[in-house]
Nanobody, 125 residues
Framework: QVQLVESGGGLVQAGGSLRLSCAAS????????MGWFRQAPGKEREFVAA????????YFADSVKGRFTISRDNAKNTVYLQMNSLKPEDTAVYYC??????????????????WGQGTQVTVSS
C-alpha cells in the first residue's frame, strides 16, 4: 500500500505562486512515476503534471506548461508541484497520485492507483 498526503494549498492572488508537496509512505516510492491532477467544482478530474521514475522525465498539461514545474525527492519520498503565475482558472482541489499501470498514458487517470486526499488551491482575481 502507498499512502499520500498533500499539503501547501491555500488562497493566493492571480500572478502569485504556491508549492504543493506530496509525502508518500508505504512501498518503494522511488520505483513509481508520480502525477498531479486537479478537479474544479462541476468538472472532471484532469491531468496537471507527471514525473517519471526512470530518466526523470516530466509531462505537463498544455494549460500549465511554462508556469508549473514538478520535481521529486526520493530520499524524502516527496513530490512537489511548483505553481507560478497562477490564474483564477487554476482554482481546484489538487491531488497527487502514484502511477501503477503502464497500459495508460501519464495523463490518464486510469494509470494511477493510489491517490491523496487533495489540497485546495484558490486563486483570486
Amino acid at each position: 500500500q502507498v499512502q499520500l498526503v498533500e499539503s501547501g494549498g491555500g488562497l493566493v492572488q492571480a500572478g502569485g505562486s504556491l508549492r504543493l508537496s506530496c509525502a508518500a509512505s508505504g512501498r518503494a516510492f522511488n520505483m513509481y512515476a508520480m502525477g498531479w491532477f486537479r478537479q474544479a467544482p462541476g468538472k472532471e478530474r484532469e491531468f496537471v503534471a507527471a514525473h517519471t521514475w526512470i530518466g526523470g522525465s516530466t509531462y505537463f498539461a498544455d494549460s500549465v506548461k511554462g508556469r508549473f514545474t514538478i520535481s521529486r525527492d526520493n530520499a524524502k519520498n516527496t513530490v512537489y508541484l511548483q505553481m507560478n503565475s497562477l490564474k483564477p482558472e487554476d482554482t481546484a482541489v489538487y491531488y497527487c497520485a502514484v502511477r501503477v499501470s503502464g497500459s495508460y498514458g501519464y495523463d490518464d487517470r486510469m494509470a494511477y492507483g493510489y491517490w491523496g486526499q487533495g489540497t485546495q488551491v484558490t486563486v483570486s482575481s
